[in-house]
C-alpha cells in the first residue's frame, strides 16, 4: 500500500451520526470533477466531529485503498457506541383452568345471571383534623392542635366489562401472578453520553369480588367462577362442597366448616382431609362424636363454621439424624387446640441443644417464619444442615484383552453346539451356567491372558454434621464365576487350554469358561521358490466346524495357488480328514521348472586323495593344485541335448530360462582332444605336470616344488614358471613366480607376487605386513591383517577381517564372513555375512575400475613430485648467475611434463568414471558399521539387513538396495 497521506480521492465525505449517537458512519460520494481528499483531510474532518479517537490515519488509508476505484457511494461504520440494556416489563401469568364437565351447564347459568362487575379501589389521602391533647403535667390542660391523618376511599374503576376468560377455583387457590420486571441498564454513545434505558411499564390489574392481592398474587377467597377482563378479575361465587377442612391461624387447630346442604359429608373423607393437613388421626375427635356433630347439623339445616375437630395437643421441635450423620432434618408440629405452642425461641433451643450449626441462619430463620405464618401444620424433613457424605470408591471391572466374535459368527457357533449337545460330559458347569445364558464368544489360545480384573477403588471421605470425617467408602469387586480351563494368578484370568471363551451374565455376576474347541483347520505351506505347495487338515474338536472343499478353495485363492494343483489329491485327503483322520504336508501342487540354456561346459576329472576320481566345476578346480599323468582324462566339455524352455510356478508366475556366456577356451599343446559318439568332447593330458586353469585356457605346465617350510634366508625366491610349497612360508619372506604360486600352508608377514594366480591352502596372517599380488586370481582359505591384490578375482573360502582386498574382478567368500578392513570390487562382492555384530569398520568400493584409480593415484604422486621440483629451480634462478640458462631450460622441461601428465591425469579420470555392472550380494546379515561407495556416492548400513544386494543406479546416481 502506498506511504501514509498519499492515497488522494476526488469526490465528497459526509459523516452520519444516528439519534441517539450510537453510531457515527463515513460516507463517500466518488466525483472525478470533486474536492480531492487524502487520510490527514479526513482526519481533520473527524476532529471537528469529535470522532478522531475512534480511526488513525492509518485505518483511513485503508478506507481509502479499497475505494481507489469506486465508482458509486461507499460507507464504513467508523464509531460504535454501547447500547442500553433491554428492559423488561411486568408480566402476569394467570391460572387459567378448564371448567369441569359437569359444571359447564351451571356456569354458563349462573354467569348469565351474575350482575355486571363492580370494581373498586382505595385512594388514601392526608386529611387535616383537629386534635386534644392532655400535657402530662398534674394540672396540665388540655389543649387542640392540628394534625394530618390518611383518609381510605374507596373509589369505583371504570373498566372495559368484556370478559375474556372464566374458569371454576377453589378458596384458597390462586388464580394468578404478576411476575416484577427489571429496568434495563443504561448505555454509552459514541461522546460518551449516558443513554437511559427504558422505564419499566407497571402491570395494575384490579381485584374485584372473592379476590384478595397479596405478595404479587391474586387469591381467591371464596369458590366460584372466575371472570376476567382486560385489567380486573373477580368471582362469581359458587361452591361445588359441602365441607371445609382447614387449619387456624391462631392456634393451628384443625377446624370444619359445614354446609348442610347436598350430600352429607362422610366422616371418613373429613378425616382424610385432615391427615392431608398433617394432623395425626389420634389427634382428631372420635368419628363418633364428628357423626354427632354432622348429623345434628343436617337435622337442624345449621351452618357450621370454623368448629374444631382436633384434640389439644402441644406442638413439637424434633431434629433427626441420618444413619451416616451426614444430614441432619428439623421437624416442627405445630400445637393445637389448648395444647403449647412452638415459638421460634423452642426452636432456636432444640438446635442450639443439638450443637449443630446450620449453613444459613438467615435462610433458616426466614423459611421458620414464613412455616409459622402459613397455614401448614407440619414442617417435615426441613434440611438443617448437610454434611459431605462419603462417596463410595469406582466399582472393579474386567478388562478383556480377547477380540469376541462378531453377532453372525456367535449365532452360528452358538446354533451349532446346542444342536450337537456339544461339552455335556466335559463341562459339569452347563447345569449353572447354560448355553442359552452365554452372549459373547472369542477363539483363545491356551496360557492366552483373557481379561484383567480390575481391583475397586477407594472413595472420598466425607463430613457429618458435627465436622467429624467420615471414613471413605470402598467400591465394589467384580462380581466374576470361573468355570472350566480358566484361572486366575493375581489379577490376570487367563485360559488352561485351546478353544472357546464362553462369556455370560446371571443377574450381576459375569459367568467365563473355555471349551476346548476348535474348527477344522486348513494349513496350506509354499515352498520359497512357490514351486511345491503342500496341505495339512486338522480335524475340529468340540463341535467345531468341519472342513469343506470351499475352505480349501478359499485358501488357495488367498495364497495365489491357482496352477499346477492336484485336485484328485485334495479330494482323496478331503475325504479322510472328514473322517477325523489328521493330513500333513501332502503335496497338493508343483509347478514346472524352466530348461536353461547351460551352454558348453567344462566338468573336470580328478582324481581325490583315495585315488577315486571326482566331478569338479570349472569355478572349483580354480581352488586346486592338480598333478595329472600322461593319458590321464581331465575334462569333459559337454554339448547341452535339450532345448531351453521357460517355466512356471504354482500362483501362476513364467520363469524365464536363463542364458549363459559362451564358452571361449585355449587349450595348450599338451592337451589332447577326442570326440566321443553323444557329442561331447574329451580332453586327455598328453604329458605329465601340473593343470594349469584360468578360466580361458587350458594347459598342463612344468612347475617347480619346495617340500616344507620357506625360510627368510631362502628369500629372495624367484621361478619363471609355477611354484609349489608344500608348509608354510614363514615372516619376512619375499617370493615372486612367472607362473601360478601354490601355498599348501600358512602364509605369515611376507610378499608374494604372481604373474600368474596365488592358490593358497590355509590362512595368510599378516599382522599388517603381508602383500599378495596377482595378475590372475588369489585364492586363500582366511586373510587377516593382509593385503591382497589381484587384476582377477579373489576367493576367500572362510573370509576374513582387517584385510585390504582390491580385485579388478570380483571377490567370493564361499562360507564365512568378512567382518572389517578395506575392500575395491570392480566387479563386485558375494559374501555370506558383511561386516560383524560389533559394528566394526569395513568401507567397500565396488563398480569402477581400480586398476585406473592406482595409475591416476601414481600420476597425482608424480606430479607433486614434478611441482616441488620446480619450486626448488625457482629458488636456484633468483641467484643463479651463469646457472640461469641451464637451470630455465629444467624448468620448462619439468613444465611440459606436468603438462602431459595432467592430460593423462583427465583421460584416466573420465575412464575411472565409467560404470563397471557389479553387485554386493550378501546371502546372510549385513551389519551396521558398513560404508559402500560407488562413483564419489556412499551409503552407510545403520541397521541388520538380511539377504540384501546393492547396486549403483545409474539414472540416479545412488547406492540402492534389493532383496535377494
Known amino acids: 500500500m502506498p506511504d501514509q497521506g498519499n492515497i488522494f480521492l476526488k469526490g465528497s465525505f459526509q459523516i452520519q451520526i444516528t439519534d441517539p449517537a450510537l453510531s457515527a458512519t463515513l460516507v463517500f460520494e466518488p466525483d472525478s470533477a470533486g474536492e480531492e481528499w487524502n487520510s490527514i483531510k479526513l482526519y481533520r474532518l473527524l476532529q471537528e466531529k469529535r470522532l478522531n479517537s475512534y480511526a488513525s ?57 351474575a350482575p355486571p362487575p363492580k370494581i373498586f379501589t382505595r385512594i388514601v389521602k392526608k386529611v387535616k383534623v383537629e386534635k386534644v391533647i392532655k400535657k402530662a403535667s398534674l394540672f396540665g390542660k388540655a389543649e387542640t392542635v392540628d394534625a394530618w391523618e390518611d383518609k381510605k376511599t374507596e373509589v369505583e374503576v371504570l373498566i372495559n366489562e368484556e370478559i375474556r376468560a372464566t374458569w371454576y377455583i377453589e378458596e384458597g387457590d390462586i388464580a394468578g401472578e404478576i411476575i416484577r420486571g427489571r429496568p434495563g441498564k443504561p448505555g454509552r454513545d459514541i461522546f460518551g453520553i449516558p443513554v437511559r434505558a427504558e422505564p419499566v411499564e407497571k402491570l395494575t390489574v384490579y381485584p374485584g369480588n372473592g379476590i384478595k392481592f397479596a405478595k404479587d398474587k391474586y387469591i381467591a377467597d371464596i369458590s366460584g367462577f372466575i371472570r376476567q377482563g382486560d385489567n380486573w378479575i373477580d368471582i362469581v361465587p359458587y361452591s361445588t362442597v359441602s365441607f371445609k377442612v382447614f387449619m387456624s391461624d391462631e392456634d393451628g387447630s384443625c377446624l370444619l366448616s359445614l354446609i348442610p346442604t347436598g350430600e352429607r359429608p362422610d366422616e371418613d373423607e373429613i378425616y382424610r382431609k385432615a391427615v392431608e393437613l398433617g394432623f395425626r388421626e389420634a389427634e382428631l375427635i372420635e368419628k363418633t362424636q364428628l357423626k354427632a356433630m354432622i348429623d345434628d347439623a343436617v337435622s337442624k339445616n345449621k351452618l357450621v363454621k370454623g368448629v374444631r375437630i382436633c384434640k389439644s395437643k402441644d406442638g413439637e421441635v424434633r431434629i433427626d439424624i441420618s444413619p451416616d450423620k451426614c444430614k441432619a432434618f428439623l421437624n416442627i408440629r405445630k400445637g393445637c387446640g389448648n395444647g403449647r405452642l412452638i ?242 504336508d501332502v503335496l497338493i501342487a508343483s509347478g514346472r521348472p524352466p530348461v536353461h540354456n547351460t551352454g558348453k561346459r567344462l566338468m573336470f576329472k580328478v582324481m581325490s586323495g583315495t585315488n577315486k576320481e571326482e566331478t569338479k566345476t570349472d569355478l572349483e578346480i580354480r581352488n586346486q593344485v592338480i598333478q595329472v599323468k600322461k593319458g590321464n582324462v581331465i575334462a569333459e566339455l559337454v554339448i547341452p541335448k535339450t532345448e531351453p524352455a521357460d517355466g512356471w510356478d504354482i500362483k501362476g508366475n513364467v520363469i524365464k530360462y536363463k542364458e549363459v556366456a559362451p564358452l571361449n577356451i585355449t587349450y595348450g599343446r599338451h592337451i589332447i582332444q577326442k570326440e566321443q559318439d553323444n557329442g561331447n568332447l574329451l580332453l586327455l593330458a598328453e604329458e605329465s605336470g601340473e593343470l594349469f586353469y584360468d578360466g580361458n585356457l587350458l594347459d598342463i605346465k612344468d612347475s617347480r616344488r619346495i617340500d616344507g617350510n620357506v625360510q627368510p634366508e631362502d628369500c629372495p625366491l624367484a621361478t619363471p614358471g609355477t611354484l609349489r610349497i608344500s608348509g608354510n612360508v614363514l615372516p619376512g619372506c619375499r617370493i615372486k613366480a612367472g607362473g601360478n604360486i601354490y601355498v599348501e600352508g600358512d602364509i605369515h608377514d611376507s610378499v608374494l607376487s604372481a604373474e600368474g594366480s596365488i592358490f593358497v591352502t590355509r590362512m595368510c596372517l599378516g599382522k599388517g605386513k603381508a602383500y599378495l ?192
Open 57 to 113: 490515519t492509518a485505518k483511513l488509508d485503508e478506507f481509502l485503498y479499497q475505494w481507489m476505484n469506486a465508482t458509486k457511494q461507499q460507507q464504513a461504520v467508523i464509531a460504535r457506541g454501547k447500547e442500553p440494556e433491554l428492559t423488561i416489563n411486568d408480566e402476569i401469568r394467570w391460572e387459567v383452568k378448564e371448567i369441569p364437565d359437569d359444571l359447564v351447564k351451571t356456569a354458563q347459568q349462573i354467569l348469565e345471571k
Open 773 to 964: 599380488r596377482s595378475k590372475k586370481d588369489i585364492s586363500v582359505d582366511y586373510a587377516n591383517k593382509a593385503t591382497l591384490l589381484a587384476v582377477g578375482d579373489i576367493l576367500l573360502n572362510s573370509g576374513g577381517r582387517d584385510s585390504v582386498l582390491k580385485s579388478n574382478g570380483r571377490i567370493y567368500v564361499f562360507k564365512g564372513d568378512i567382518s572389517s578392513g578395506s575392500i575395491r570390487a570392480r566387479k563386485g562382492l558375494e559374501v555370506v555375512n558383511l561386516g560383524s555384530p560389533l559394528k566394526e569398520k569395513l568401507t567397500i568400493s565396488f563398480g569402477q575400475d581400480y586398476l585406473i584409480n592406482d595409475q591416476i593415484e601414481l600420476e597425482e604422486r608424480e606430479i607433486e613430485k614434478l611441482k616441488k621440483q620446480i619450486s626448488i629451480i625457482d629458488r636456484q634462478i633468483k641467484g643463479a648467475g651463469s646457472q640461469l640458462q641451464a637451470l630455465s631450460q629444467a624448468k620448462f622441461r619439468a613444465l611440459k611434463i606436468v603438462e602431459k601428465r595432467i592430460s593423462r591425469l583427465f583421460t584416466l579420470r573420465e575412464k575411472f568414471e565409467e560404470h563397471i555392472p557389479s553387485e554386493i550380494a550378501v546371502l546372510g546379515t549385513a551389519y551396521p558399521g558398513i560404508v559402500l561407495e560407488s562413483h564419489g556416492r556412499y551409503l552407510e548400513i545403520t541397521e541388520e539387513l538380511k539377504k540384501i544386494k546393492f547396486l549403483f543406479d545409474t539414472t540416479h546416481g545412488k547406492i540402492v538396495q534389493t532383496n535377494l
Open 343 to 584: 415459638s421460634l425461641k423452642d426452636v432456636g433451643n432444640a438446635i442450639k441443644k443439638s450443637k449443630i450449626i446450620p449453613h444459613d441462619k438467615e435462610k433458616l430463620k426466614k423459611d421458620i417464619i414464613d412455616f409459622f405464618k402459613s397455614s401448614h401444620r407440619l414442617l417435615k424433613e426441613y434440611v438443617l444442615k448437610s454434611g459431605k457424605t462419603a462417596e463410595r470408591g469406582k466399582d472393579g471391572s474386567l478388562h478383556f484383552f480377547c477380540s469376541f466374535l462378531n453377532e453372525e459368527k456367535r449365532d452360528t457357533i452358538l446354533k451349532n453346539l446346542k444342536l450337537l449337545n456339544a461339552g455335556q460330559k466335559e463341562l459339569p458347569s452347563l447345569n449353572i451356567f447354560p448355553l442359552y445364558n452365554v452372549n459373547e464368544l472369542a477363539l483363545v489360545k491356551k496360557d492366552q491372558n483373557i481379561a484383567q480384573i480390575i481391583a475397586p477403588e477407594k472413595g472420598r471421605g466425607g463430613l457429618d454434621v458435627f465436622n467429624n470425617p467420615v471414613q471413605p467408602v470402598r467400591g465394589n469387586d467384580p462380581d466374576l464365576k470361573l468355570y472350566e480351563n480358566l484361572k486366575i494368578n493375581r489379577n490376570i484370568v487367563y485360559a488352561q487350554a485351546d478353544g472357546l471363551l464362553e462369556k455370560g451374565k446371571s443377574g450381576k455376576t459375569t459367568q467365563l469358561r473355555v471349551r476346548k474347541y476348535r474348527d477344522a483347520q486348513v494349513i496350506i505351506k509354499i515352498a520359497n521358490d512357490s514351486m511345491e505347495a503342500y496341505l495339512s487338515l486338522v480335524p475340529p474338536i468340540g463341535g467345531g466346524k468341519p472342513v469343506t472343499r470351499d475352505m480349501i478353495e478359499v485358501e488357495l485363492s488367498r495364497l495365489q495357488v491357482n496352477r499346477g494343483v492336484d485336485k484328485k489329491t485334495i479330494h482323496e485327503n478331503l475325504k479322510k480328514a472328514l473322517k477325523n483322520e489328521e493330513i500333513k
